[in-house]
């Protein structure tokens, strides 16, 4: 492979890698949520993790927000898993680049 087609290669892995790491936030759909005592024990499981930043849940709307901390992450299995421990059932997860305020805005919260 010629320089000119190696830069191109390497600028869209790059751009790629780049894009995943700037999602800042990990939405889950998660089941079984019933009451405060659930949000409350969510919250103060995830944010019990290194790189989470702050959390929200939304009862309502079946939400639990996760906003990472600057240049840190969080295996989409190990948040799944630390849900499933607890009792809950996460039916989807989404790496979104909003912050928890957006969330919240946007639930009408």
Sequence with gaps: MNTMKMKVVLAIVCGSLAFAASARTVKMQVNGMVCAFCAQG?????????????????????VVAVALKDGQDIPDAALV??????????????????SLADIRKARGK
């Design 42 to 62: 969510i919250e103060k499981r995830l944010r019990s993790m290194a790189s989470t930043q702050d959390v929200y849940v939304s009862l309502k709307d079946k």
């Design 81 to 98: 898993s630390s849900m499933k421990e607890a009792g809950y059932d996460v039916t989807s997860v989404q790496r979104v680049d909003a």
